[in-house]
Protein backbone atom coordinates (compact mmCIF):
# COMPACT_ATOMS: atom_id res chain seq x y z
CA UNK A 1 0.00 0.00 0.00
CA UNK A 2 1.58 3.66 -0.90
CA UNK A 3 1.80 6.14 1.68
CA UNK A 4 -0.27 8.87 2.15
CA UNK A 5 0.76 12.28 0.77
CA UNK A 6 0.16 15.19 3.21
CA UNK A 7 1.07 18.78 2.53
CA UNK A 8 2.32 20.73 5.68
CA UNK A 9 1.58 24.45 5.31
CA UNK A 10 2.35 26.62 8.42
CA UNK A 11 -0.57 25.10 11.53
CA UNK A 12 -2.56 23.57 8.42
CA UNK A 13 -1.76 19.70 7.23
CA UNK A 14 -3.64 18.83 3.93
CA UNK A 15 -3.97 15.48 2.54
CA UNK A 16 -3.74 14.98 -1.34
CA UNK A 17 -6.77 14.48 -3.56
CA UNK A 18 -5.24 11.03 -4.13
CA UNK A 19 -3.82 7.92 -2.83
CA UNK A 20 -1.88 6.84 -5.26
CA UNK A 21 1.75 8.36 -4.43
CA UNK A 22 3.50 5.26 -6.80
CA UNK A 23 1.84 6.69 -9.94
CA UNK A 24 3.30 10.01 -9.59
CA UNK A 25 5.62 10.62 -12.70
CA UNK A 26 6.65 14.81 -11.98
CA UNK A 27 7.05 17.12 -9.32
CA UNK A 28 4.80 19.55 -11.35
CA UNK A 29 2.08 17.25 -10.64
CA UNK A 30 2.92 17.32 -6.74
CA UNK A 31 2.82 21.38 -7.52
CA UNK A 32 -0.61 21.50 -8.78
CA UNK A 33 -2.03 19.39 -6.22
CA UNK A 34 -0.34 22.04 -3.94
CA UNK A 35 -1.96 24.86 -5.59
CA UNK A 36 -5.49 23.15 -5.96
CA UNK A 37 -5.79 22.24 -2.62
CA UNK A 38 -3.69 25.44 -0.46
CA UNK A 39 -5.42 28.35 -3.04
CA UNK A 40 -1.29 29.45 -3.58
CA UNK A 41 0.04 30.87 -6.83
CA UNK A 42 2.54 29.24 -8.52
CA UNK A 43 6.15 29.75 -8.46
CA UNK A 44 5.77 31.42 -5.19
CA UNK A 45 6.27 28.61 -2.62
CA UNK A 46 8.81 25.62 -2.93
CA UNK A 47 8.45 22.25 -1.42
CA UNK A 48 10.55 20.65 1.51
CA UNK A 49 11.00 17.20 2.88
CA UNK A 50 13.28 16.12 6.03
CA UNK A 51 16.55 15.88 3.78
CA UNK A 52 16.08 19.16 1.75
CA UNK A 53 14.28 20.88 -1.17
CA UNK A 54 12.53 18.69 -3.63
CA UNK A 55 13.20 20.09 -6.93
CA UNK A 56 13.28 16.97 -9.37
CA UNK A 57 11.39 13.41 -9.12
CA UNK A 58 14.32 12.06 -7.12
CA UNK A 59 14.06 13.99 -4.70
CA UNK A 60 10.09 13.16 -4.65
CA UNK A 61 11.20 9.89 -4.82
CA UNK A 62 12.85 9.88 -2.15
CA UNK A 63 10.32 11.38 0.29
CA UNK A 64 8.10 8.63 -0.64
CA UNK A 65 10.51 5.86 -0.02
CA UNK A 66 11.32 7.49 3.33
CA UNK A 67 8.08 7.78 3.99
CA UNK A 68 7.35 3.91 3.67
CA UNK A 69 4.48 2.30 2.61
CA UNK A 70 2.06 2.50 5.49
CA UNK A 71 2.71 6.05 6.75
CA UNK A 72 2.56 9.76 5.66
CA UNK A 73 4.74 11.31 3.20
CA UNK A 74 4.79 15.01 4.56
CA UNK A 75 5.77 17.53 2.25
CA UNK A 76 6.44 21.25 3.77
CA UNK A 77 5.41 23.59 1.63
CA UNK A 78 7.17 27.37 2.22
CA UNK A 79 6.05 30.15 0.73
CA UNK A 80 8.29 32.93 -0.65
CA UNK A 81 8.48 36.18 1.98
CA UNK A 82 7.82 38.29 -1.08
CA UNK A 83 4.46 36.38 -1.68
CA UNK A 84 4.06 36.68 2.09
CA UNK A 85 4.23 40.29 2.29
CA UNK A 86 2.18 41.15 -0.73
CA UNK A 87 -0.56 38.98 0.55
CA UNK A 88 -0.56 41.21 3.84
CA UNK A 89 -0.30 44.14 1.96
CA UNK A 90 -3.27 43.20 -0.48
CA UNK A 91 -5.18 42.07 3.24
CA UNK A 92 -4.42 45.37 4.91
CA UNK A 93 -5.72 47.54 1.82
CA UNK A 94 -9.21 45.36 2.01
CA UNK A 95 -9.37 46.11 5.43
CA UNK A 96 -8.55 50.41 4.71
CA UNK A 97 -11.06 49.87 1.98
CA UNK A 98 -14.08 48.41 4.05
CA UNK A 99 -12.87 50.66 6.94
CA UNK A 100 -13.38 53.90 4.73
CA UNK A 101 -16.45 52.93 3.75
CA UNK A 102 -17.54 52.56 7.16
CA UNK A 103 -16.65 55.66 8.20
CA UNK A 104 -18.78 57.15 4.45
CA UNK A 105 -21.55 55.92 5.96
CA UNK A 106 -21.30 57.06 9.25
CA UNK A 107 -20.54 61.01 7.91
CA UNK A 108 -23.76 59.83 5.64
CA UNK A 109 -25.56 58.89 8.86
CA UNK A 110 -24.67 62.01 10.93
CA UNK A 111 -25.57 64.24 8.03
CA UNK A 112 -28.68 62.95 7.70
CA UNK A 113 -29.49 63.24 11.71
CA UNK A 114 -28.41 66.70 11.43
CA UNK A 115 -31.03 67.41 8.55
CA UNK A 116 -33.46 65.49 10.24
CA UNK A 117 -33.27 67.60 13.49
CA UNK A 118 -33.20 70.35 11.36
CA UNK A 119 -36.29 69.85 10.22
CA UNK A 120 -38.29 68.10 13.24
CA UNK A 121 -36.96 71.18 15.78
CA UNK A 122 -35.32 74.17 13.91
CA UNK A 123 -37.93 74.78 11.26
CA UNK A 124 -41.00 74.62 13.62
CA UNK A 125 -39.53 76.46 16.07
CA UNK A 126 -38.86 79.37 13.29
CA UNK A 127 -42.25 78.96 12.21
CA UNK A 128 -43.34 79.37 16.42
CA UNK A 129 -41.42 82.21 16.39
CA UNK A 130 -42.62 83.84 12.59
CA UNK A 131 -46.33 83.02 13.97
CA UNK A 132 -45.85 84.78 17.49
CA UNK A 133 -44.05 87.79 15.61
CA UNK A 134 -46.97 88.07 13.39
CA UNK A 135 -49.45 87.75 16.45
CA UNK A 136 -47.48 90.55 18.31
CA UNK A 137 -47.65 92.61 14.87
CA UNK A 138 -51.66 92.16 14.92
CA UNK A 139 -51.59 93.46 18.38
CA UNK A 140 -49.76 96.32 17.76
CA UNK A 141 -51.84 97.15 14.95
CA UNK A 142 -55.09 97.07 17.63
CA UNK A 143 -53.19 99.23 19.65
CA UNK A 144 -52.96 101.59 16.63
CA UNK A 145 -56.13 101.89 15.61
CA UNK A 146 -57.30 102.08 19.23
CA UNK A 147 -54.69 104.76 19.44
CA UNK A 148 -56.53 106.74 16.31
CA UNK A 149 -60.09 106.68 18.20
CA UNK A 150 -58.84 108.05 21.27
CA UNK A 151 -60.57 110.59 23.19
CA UNK A 152 -57.63 113.04 24.30
CA UNK A 153 -59.59 114.08 27.34
CA UNK A 154 -59.71 110.30 28.02
CA UNK A 155 -56.71 109.54 27.00
CA UNK A 156 -55.08 112.07 29.47
CA UNK A 157 -57.29 110.55 32.25
CA UNK A 158 -55.48 107.48 31.78
CA UNK A 159 -52.77 107.63 30.21
CA UNK A 160 -50.49 106.06 32.83
CA UNK A 161 -52.17 103.39 33.24
CA UNK A 162 -52.29 102.87 29.43
CA UNK A 163 -48.38 103.63 28.94
CA UNK A 164 -47.69 101.14 31.74
CA UNK A 165 -49.87 98.66 30.10
CA UNK A 166 -48.28 98.89 26.40
CA UNK A 167 -44.70 98.93 28.41
CA UNK A 168 -45.80 95.94 29.78
CA UNK A 169 -46.48 94.25 26.92
CA UNK A 170 -43.86 95.81 24.76
CA UNK A 171 -41.31 94.63 27.59
CA UNK A 172 -42.83 90.79 27.36
CA UNK A 173 -43.04 90.67 23.68
CA UNK A 174 -39.48 91.40 23.19
CA UNK A 175 -38.76 89.46 26.52
CA UNK A 176 -40.38 86.49 24.49
CA UNK A 177 -38.48 87.49 20.79
CA UNK A 178 -34.74 87.71 22.91
CA UNK A 179 -35.38 84.21 24.40
CA UNK A 180 -36.55 82.33 21.75
CA UNK A 181 -33.95 83.75 19.29
CA UNK A 182 -31.32 82.65 21.84
CA UNK A 183 -32.99 79.34 22.16
CA UNK A 184 -32.80 79.20 17.88
CA UNK A 185 -29.50 80.46 18.14
CA UNK A 186 -28.16 78.03 20.37
CA UNK A 187 -29.45 74.93 18.32
CA UNK A 188 -28.26 75.70 15.16
CA UNK A 189 -24.91 76.78 16.62
CA UNK A 190 -24.78 73.28 18.43
CA UNK A 191 -25.89 71.54 15.54
CA UNK A 192 -23.04 73.60 13.27
CA UNK A 193 -20.65 72.73 15.75
CA UNK A 194 -21.41 68.81 15.70
CA UNK A 195 -21.08 68.59 11.64
CA UNK A 196 -17.80 70.60 11.96
CA UNK A 197 -16.30 68.36 14.28
CA UNK A 198 -17.96 65.06 12.72
CA UNK A 199 -16.45 67.04 9.28
CA UNK A 200 -12.74 67.40 10.80
CA UNK A 201 -12.54 63.69 12.63
CA UNK A 202 -13.73 62.18 8.82
CA UNK A 203 -10.80 64.44 7.67
CA UNK A 204 -8.14 63.08 10.08
CA UNK A 205 -9.13 59.85 9.58
CA UNK A 206 -8.95 59.97 5.86
CA UNK A 207 -5.56 61.84 5.69
CA UNK A 208 -3.90 59.69 8.28
CA UNK A 209 -5.38 56.38 6.08
CA UNK A 210 -4.30 57.79 2.92
CA UNK A 211 -0.53 57.95 3.86
CA UNK A 212 -0.74 54.50 5.40
CA UNK A 213 -2.10 53.16 1.79
CA UNK A 214 0.46 54.96 -0.50
CA UNK A 215 2.60 53.83 2.46
CA UNK A 216 1.92 50.21 1.39
CA UNK A 217 1.54 50.91 -2.67
CA UNK A 218 5.08 52.22 -2.48
CA UNK A 219 6.26 49.12 0.01
CA UNK A 220 4.40 46.84 -2.70
CA UNK A 221 6.49 48.45 -5.42
CA UNK A 222 9.44 47.90 -3.88
CA UNK A 223 8.69 43.74 -3.27
CA UNK A 224 8.45 43.94 -6.83
CA UNK A 225 11.96 45.50 -7.80
CA UNK A 226 13.08 43.35 -5.51
CA UNK A 227 11.78 40.35 -6.63
CA UNK A 228 12.99 41.61 -10.37
CA UNK A 229 16.46 41.58 -8.36
CA UNK A 230 16.34 38.17 -6.79
CA UNK A 231 15.16 36.82 -10.44
CA UNK A 232 18.30 38.00 -12.32
CA UNK A 233 20.94 37.11 -9.76
CA UNK A 234 18.86 33.63 -9.77
CA UNK A 235 19.50 32.75 -13.34
CA UNK A 236 22.78 34.14 -13.07
CA UNK A 237 23.32 31.95 -10.57
CA UNK A 238 22.02 29.35 -12.70
CA UNK A 239 24.27 30.12 -15.24
CA UNK A 240 26.95 29.98 -13.39
CA UNK A 241 26.57 26.37 -12.22
CA UNK A 242 25.77 25.25 -15.98
CA UNK A 243 29.30 26.36 -16.94
CA UNK A 244 30.24 24.97 -13.54
CA UNK A 245 28.95 21.29 -14.55
CA UNK A 246 30.16 21.94 -18.49
CA UNK A 247 33.83 22.44 -17.21
CA UNK A 248 33.59 19.38 -14.30
CA UNK A 249 32.28 17.26 -17.02
CA UNK A 250 35.19 18.11 -19.33
CA UNK A 251 37.49 17.67 -16.26
CA UNK A 252 35.91 14.19 -16.07
CA UNK A 253 36.57 13.15 -19.50
CA UNK A 254 39.76 14.43 -19.71
CA UNK A 255 41.23 12.20 -16.54
CA UNK A 256 39.25 9.26 -17.66
CA UNK A 257 41.47 10.13 -21.29
CA UNK A 258 44.32 10.17 -18.66
CA UNK A 259 43.90 7.35 -16.87
CA UNK A 260 43.21 5.09 -20.31
CA UNK A 261 46.48 6.43 -21.57
CA UNK A 262 48.19 5.58 -18.61
CA UNK A 263 46.33 1.72 -18.61
CA UNK A 264 48.11 1.47 -22.23
CA UNK A 265 51.22 2.93 -21.57
CA UNK A 266 51.51 0.11 -18.13
CA UNK A 267 50.39 -2.60 -20.53
CA UNK A 268 53.26 -1.59 -23.27
CA UNK A 269 55.96 -1.55 -21.01
CA UNK A 270 54.69 -4.69 -19.15
CA UNK A 271 54.81 -5.95 -22.51
CA UNK A 272 57.85 -4.68 -23.15
CA UNK A 273 59.57 -6.07 -20.00
CA UNK A 274 58.44 -9.57 -20.45
CA UNK A 275 59.49 -9.78 -23.48
CA UNK A 276 63.45 -10.13 -22.86
CA UNK A 277 62.90 -12.56 -20.63
CA UNK A 278 60.99 -14.78 -22.81
CA UNK A 279 64.41 -14.11 -25.07
CA UNK A 280 66.98 -15.25 -22.61
CA UNK A 281 64.26 -19.13 -21.86
CA UNK A 282 64.40 -19.90 -25.73
CA UNK A 283 68.27 -19.39 -25.95
CA UNK A 284 68.81 -21.34 -22.72
Known amino acids: MAPQLVFAYGDRRVKAITDTTHLIESVKTVRLMVEDRLGLSADTYDLFDTCGKIEQLKDLQRAIHMAGEQGECTIEVREHALATRLRAVEAENSQLTIRISHLEEELRSSLARVERRFAEETIPRI ?55 LALTLVVDEAVKHCQQDMKGL ?59 GLKRAEAHSRASSAPDQSAKVEN
Open 127 to 181: AELAQEGAEARRELGEVKRTLNGFNPQEFIASHDSFTEEVRRRLDEVDSQWQTDK
Open 203 to 261: EDYVHEHIGKIDTCVATSEQLRRVQGTSQERMQSMAADLRWQQDEHLKFVRHCASAFEE
